[in-house]
């Protein structure tokens, strides 16, 4: 747990605002002090956020941990969430009119006013309008609230009156508060084939942030422009060595003249190259031979301590280089050219600017090949840049990041690098499959963008078991609820669900199934009438020492897949005790009360409480919530056992391959606790690694776990030496269990995370 974890719980269980008043700290700092002004621009809406939320917990206007945080608003209006998922007091939807609100108010000659807008919006003419969106697609939606209008609009022109009006009016008392116009675009929906990690115009916005490398450039300058200078300066004083030392004879006029000459180029390079200023330090060797220079052209003669200096400065540059014109100092000055002539990143990303502009800016593209491609002759000649240059992989990275394919072409080519990045694309997947149960093609584009959209609503800061809102809740999606024909949707919703956990499992083998992925999954499930149980990564800050009752389903589905596995002897799981809890428990839920929306399931609560070794389910330090969680990852697998036993999904790879992967990001990980001052968090993810490659290798037959057990600690010596030796434990642990002992034998050791501690990994 960091920092800010333990300022969230105290902000969230004693109304404390230290956590809010150090992030408007933070922000206000940065908001005076950085360098770049778009991000103390970004600072200063920070501080008036963060300002708001602080005014806002102590006037009673925001309730901070409730899922309707704000007084007066329900909970489907989108609010404006800060880090650490604290609610300010006001709608993302509010605030003054947005461009496209005054331009669509002039238009229809009515006040520049939310009210009117809605109102004329209800028209005939505000209809036919709605209608020509609709049904040319070429709208936006940014903010879920955005699609209620057009919803009205569908709906009446589907003749399903009642529903619309019943629409307007849940709306009408926010008409003149938020905005549910939707934003016109000249572009139609996007392809929901191909997805994209940026658009081109974030590809582009990215690049035209990118300034020259101050420590490149000057370093360039140094190459290009004033060694080569000092070259002639070393020349023109060698002019002087009658005997092989400088100034055995006088310099006559045609030499002083020259030395003027050069002393008045140097005066006007000075001028222009202002980033290297090594040539101005009278220390340094030019700047030595340059202040000789100046004297001498003065007709002042130098003293002995200017002419010692004068001497050592020019013999050192000969000994170190040679003379110029020599063969070593020509070979060494062609490579500095060389290198002095390579094209600076900032002006490669300028290029590629050029190349992004002939693009449309509001969506992926298809091909980025050409956009990456070397500089061509006529790129060259317009710009200067050498033909043939290779794009840095800095510059490739951004632009590839705008690749609009198929996701599982994202993930091969590097485009999607973690799980949390998979979970940030898979919403363009999502909102395509759940738009599928609608058979008309305008309401069906609407559904989807409105999804997308909804996606980006960030998530509160919730307490007392309270889940985040659902897209089922919006008003205008209740609304055409009775327009699907969830037929159509259920099969592709599945293929989609099989698709996303397989490639997140093989891609990602050693990683926690991040909750945004969760959410999604379970949205497909619910499409799918799956009935498959997803659970969340809690957070240990703000545990409250219960779980909801999917979690002892999610440990029934484990139980039925893996028991009597290795990994059910590993943990020291009895997972037949824990389907006959869950029975139990299903049984108790359907006759009582408690099993409404937001009751906690006590027994499996108190089974984590037990096997963390804490007595009771509440009022433990974060470290002791953390192990009461992992114990609950342990149950339930955290969606493996789900993704495998309820989902099918299948990974091409293989089981024991991708146990293999988990036992090299156990490796890789553990080798970051090494001279790490704050290793926890590492250690986590390595237990996480290490859990994960258990259940896959609890899928593997007898004879593949042997013999990947036996070569685990060959793989351990191939990286840094701490590892082997941190991990030796750990691995002494599962041969035992192989052997039919416990992890706890001799001096083996059960490789969890969390601890109240010191962890022994350490």
């Not at 700290?25 to 970004?42: E, I, K, V």
Request: hydrophobic share 40%.
């Amino acid at each position: 747990m960091n920092d800010d974890a333990e300022q969230q719980l105290s902000a969230g269980s004693d109304g404390s605002v230290t956590y809010q008043h150090g992030r408007l700290t933070r922000a206000f700092l940065t908001a005076l002090t950085h360098d770049d002004a778009g991000t103390r621009s970004r600072a200063r809406r920070r501080v008036r956020g963060w300002r708001a939320v602080i005014d806002g917990m102590a006037d009673g206007r925001l309730a901070i941990g409730s899922r309707t945080p704000v007084a007066g608003l329900p909970a489907w209006v989108t609010p404006q969430v800060l880090r650490g998922g604290f609610a300010t007091p006001h709608a993302s939807a509010g605030g003054p009119l947005l461009p496209y609100e005054r331009d669509a108010a002039r238009s229809a000659g009515v006040p520049a006013e939310r009210s009117a807008l809605f109102a004329y919006c209800l028209t005939e003419r505000g209809l036919d309008r709605l209608y020509a969106l609709l049904d040319s697609g070429r709208y936006e939606v940014a903010i879920p609230e955005e699609a209620a209008l057009l919803t009205v609009a569908w709906l009446v022109r589907a003749g399903d009156v009642t529903a619309a009006v019943g629409l307007v009016r849940v709306l009408e008392p926010f008409a003149g508060r938020l905005r549910f116009t939707p934003r016109p675009s000249a572009r139609p929906a996007p392809d929901p084939r191909g997805v994209h990690r940026r658009t081109v115009g974030d590809a582009a916005a990215l690049l035209a942030r990118r300034r020259p490398h101050s420590a490149v450039e000057t370093q360039r300058e140094a190459l290009g422009v004033w060694q080569p200078f000092g070259d002639e300066l070393l020349t023109h004083w060698l002019e002087t060595a009658g005997t092989g030392r400088v100034l055995d004879h006088l310099p006559d006029d045609a030499w002083r003249q020259r030395g003027a000459a050069l002393l008045r180029r140097y005066q006007d390079l000075a001028a222009i190259h202002t980033r290297c200023t090594k040539h101005r330090d009278p220390k340094e060797n030019l700047g030595i031979l340059r202040g000789a220079l100046e004297e001498t052209a003065a007709g002042r003669p130098l003293n002995p301590r200017q002419l010692g200096l004068l001497r050592h400065a020019v013999e050192s540059m000969v000994r170190r280089r040679d003379r110029p014109g020599s063969e070593r100092h020509t070979r060494l000055r062609a490579r500095q050219a060389v290198q002095a002539a390579l094209p600076s990143h900032h002006a490669l990303a300028q290029l590629v600017l050029r190349r992004l502009s002939a693009l449309p800016q509001d969506t992926g593209t298809a091909d980025t090949a050409q956009l990456i491609a070397d500089v061509t002759e006529p790129e060259a000649r317009e710009s200067g840049l050498p033909a043939g240059t290779v794009l840095p992989p800095a510059i490739r990275r951004v632009v590839e990041a705008a690749l609009s394919a198929p996701i599982r072409t994202l993930v091969e080519r590097g485009v999607v690098p973690s799980a949390e990045v998979l979970a940030e694309l898979v919403p363009q997947l999502v909102a395509a499959a759940r738009a599928r149960a609608y058979p008309d093609p305008a309401l069906r584009h609407l559904v989807a963008a409105d999804y997308r959209a909804f996606r980006n609503r960030r998530s509160l800061l919730l307490l007392g078991l309270a889940h985040q809102v659902r897209v089922e809740e919006l008003p205008w999606v209740r609304a055409v609820e009775g327009h699907r024909a969830p037929e159509e949707s259920r099969e592709p919703a599945e293929i989609v669900l099989r698709e996303l956990g397989e490639l997140a499992v093989q891609a990602f083998p050693g990683t926690l199934v991040p909750n945004p992925l969760v959410r999604e999954l379970g949205v497909l499930s619910r499409q799918a009438e799956t009935g498959a149980p997803f659970v969340e990564e809690l957070a240990a800050d703000i545990f409250e020492g219960t779980f909801t009752p999917k979690f002892l389903t999610a440990a029934r589905v484990a139980a039925e897949l893996l028991g009597g596995s290795l990994y059910e002897r590993y943990y020291a799981i009895d997972y037949a005790a824990v389907r006959n809890l869950a029975i139990t428990e299903t049984g108790k839920a359907l006759t009582r009360a408690g099993a409404r929306l937001g009751a906690g399931s006590p027994a499996f609560a108190e089974l984590c409480a037990q096997r963390a070794g804490r007595a009771g389910t509440g009022g433990r330090s974060v470290a002791a919530n953390g192990m009461v969680i992992e114990q609950a990852q342990i149950l339930t697998t955290h969606n493996l056992a789900t993704l495998v036993g309820h989902v099918g999904i299948t990974p091409e790879p293989g089981w024991d391959v991708l146990a293999r992967r988990c036992f090299t990001t156990v490796c890789r990980t553990t080798a970051r606790v090494h001279n790490n001052p704050r290793p926890l968090p590492t250690i986590k993810d390595a237990a996480y690694a290490w859990r994960q490659m258990l259940f896959y290798l609890s899928l593997c037959g007898p004879d593949v776990q042997a013999e990947f057990i036996a070569h685990l600690d060959g793989e351990a010596a191939r990286h840094p030496g701490h590892v082997a030796a941190r991990l030796a434990p750990a691995l002494t642990g599962l041969r035992h269990v192989a052997a039919g002992g416990t992890a706890e034998d001799g001096t083996g050791r059960r490789f969890l995370g969390w601890t109240t501690t010191r962890h022994w990994l350490r």
